[in-house]
């Protein structure tokens, strides 16, 4: 099974599910695990060595994809008007809120990488396809997640998500009935850009993207405008264990982005274990830093308080992808508080 559980035994075993799928040692690698291939018995039932090989070369995929998707764990953090604090567990129980007063609830299973806040509730009684809305029918705000790629929700009603296809950015729309349409982009959309790891919507309704490294900026109806061509950050640790950086874009790795009303766009830098500020003009400012084991990869902001999701990064060892996630904020005064860390006694 493509779990943490398995994935932790093999790793304690000194496998690796991404190796093994590319040199196709297939059996090998479950021989090393302890996992039976049924052999010569199961064959005879009817089990062809075609059949086998490929269940066995299927449970590899689902072991490597699950082992690629828990090197990252999720960039999902959103703030309502009254102050409460929305975020993402990936690879544990679900999703948390944080109230006003500074409870932790868990109120949602669903354990998706990627969240967005419709503070409006345009889309709380939508269905739509690739996005699980958690909160019940006509609840206010709606919170939306999606397991398969990141997004964000437009204040004028539509969500804006972006497929992982490096060297061209391409962005769809989608209404609250579930119509799909591409934005027509205008610029340089096959720049060196590589996949998006980041976008956020703006107070006038501007799209902020970026690929780990450059940020730009969609002006609507499709502008492609570049703010930052690559982020630099002074001091940038970038000594994340070498599990959690596997398949990722160099340092700095931005993630989650947040743009505040006056169009500042904040953004987690993971590798450097930071969080920038990034004006208009591209001027880059680290606003917070991260000691190890704990490191950025969401960001929210709400009356010019920052919210910051935040994941420890184990070592390399059987407990690697164990990663729990806290929250903290930084205040109008800079003063930085941490609001909850799940999984803390």
């Known amino acids: 099974m493509a779990d943490s559980l398995t994935l932790s035994r093999a790793h304690a075993a000194g496998l690796d599910p991404m190796r093994a799928l590319a040199e196709n040692d297939a059996y090998p690698f479950f021989r090393a695990l302890g996992v039976g291939t049924g052999g010569s018995s199961a064959r005879s039932e009817g089990t062809t060595i075609k ?7 299927t449970m590899l995929v ?3 994809a699950a082992d690629s998707a828990l090197a990252h764990p999720g960039s999902g953090i959103a703030v309502d008007r009254e102050g409460q604090v929305y975020f993402t567990q990936t690879n544990g129980k ?6 006003s007063t500074g409870e932790l609830k868990l109120i949602s299973d669903v354990r998706d990488h990627w969240m967005g806040i419709d503070l409006e509730g ?4 939508s269905h739509l396809k690739d996005f699980q809305r958690i909160t019940p029918d006509g609840a206010k705000p709606a919170i939306l997640t999606c397991g398969d790629f990141l997004f964000t929700v437009n204040r004028y009603g539509g969500i804006y998500y972006a497929l992982w296809k490096p060297g061209r950015l391409e962005i769809n729309r989608q209404s609250p009935e579930g119509n799909t349409s591409a934005i027509q982009l205008q610029g340089a959309t096959n720049a060196a850009i590589g996949g998006v790891t980041g976008m956020a919507s703006g107070p006038d309704g501007s799209l902020f993207v970026t690929d780990g490294s450059l940020l730009l900026k969609v002006t609507m109806p ?17 000594d994340l264990p070498k599990p959690h950086v596997r398949g990722a874009p160099p340092a700095p790795f931005l993630r989650g982005l947040a743009v505040d009303s006056e169009g500042v766009v904040y953004a ?4 450097c274990r930071a969080v920038l500020k990034i004006t208009p003009d591209g001027k880059v400012t680290t606003i917070l830093r991260a000691t190890a084991p704990w490191s950025p990869t969401g960001v929210a902001v709400a009356d010019g308080v920052v919210y910051v999701q935040e994941y420890d990064f184990p070592d390399a060892g059987p407990r690697q992808y164990e990663q729990r996630p806290r929250v903290r904020k930084m205040g109008r005064d800079g003063q930085i508080t941490t609001l909850a860390i799940v999984g803390e006694k």
Do not use: H, P, Q, Y
């Not at 345009?122 to 009684?125: A, C, G, N, T």
């Not at 499709?222 to 940038?236: F, Q, Y």
């Open 222 to 238: 499709g502008r492609i405008l570049t703010v930052v061509s690559k982020g630099m950050i002074s001091n940038c640790s970038d």
């Open 268 to 271: 987690a830098a993971n590798r």
């Open 62 to 64: 689902m072991l490597a």
């Open 94 to 99: 679900g999703t948390w809120k944080v109230s």
């Open 51 to 57: 059949t086998e090989t490929t269940i066995m070369i």
């Open 122 to 125: 345009l889309f709380s009684r």
